[in-house]
């Protein structure tokens, strides 16, 4: 029982961020959320093995390696996979109250899509640092125990994955200004 206890505190705050890397990694929901489920499950099995009250970067990466395994299956055997709608859900409709203009709103609105669409456009092993450092808000040595890579590499992979996202909103910004 107490061992469920400690599970519970330690690892289950961290669900929302695990959901979050896992649906930037698999672009759907509903995968996404089982492979999310697989990963407690193996976490729980292997939670004897987390030797810090630091379960985050530790779930962070069994959540990122079930996903990896689960896009290599599907590299086998591809399957068209569509993007998630509800990917594109984050920010409040204008009518609540947002003190700004309907405008305003939809140039918000329309600049986060197309930095959804440049993060979705990156490689995994870009996305996924992106992810875990814009989105998450985890340090490098978090980021890099999670990746199980040098310090030094998670900060040349985001820094090459800034670039490539700086180079695609440019490129979207020219596009509008053309059209």
């Not at 987390?50 to 290599?72: M, Q, Y």
């Not at 959804?116 to 490689?123: K, N, P, S, V, Y």
Request: a negative charge; glycine letters at 2%; one cysteine or more.
């Amino acid at each position: 029982m107490a061992r469920m206890q400690d599970f519970d505190r330690l690892v289950l705050p961290h669900l929302h961020a695990a959901v979050n890397l896992a649906r930037w990694l698999v672009h759907d929901s509903q995968t996404a959320e089982d492979l999310v489920q697989d990963a407690f499950l193996r976490a729980f099995r292997y939670f004897d093995r987390l030797h810090s009250n630091d379960a985050k970067p530790w779930l962070l990466g069994i959540v990122r390696n079930t996903c990896f395994t689960w896009l290599e299956e599907r590299r086998a055997n591809p399957a068209p996979v569509e993007l998630d709608p509800e990917m594109a859900e984050s920010l409040p409709a204008p009518a609540d109250g947002l003190g700004i203009s309907p405008e305003a709103w939809v140039d918000k609105e329309r600049l986060r899509q197309r930095v959804d669409e440049a993060i979705t456009a990156l490689a995994p092993l870009f996305r996924e640092v992106v992810v875990l450092r814009e989105l998450e808000d985890l340090s490098y040595a978090e980021i890099a125990k999670i990746v199980d890579i040098p310090i030094g590499t998670v900060m040349s992979r985001l820094s090459r994955a800034r670039r490539e996202l700086r180079k695609t909103l440019t490129d979207f910004r020219s596009t509008d200004c053309d059209g």
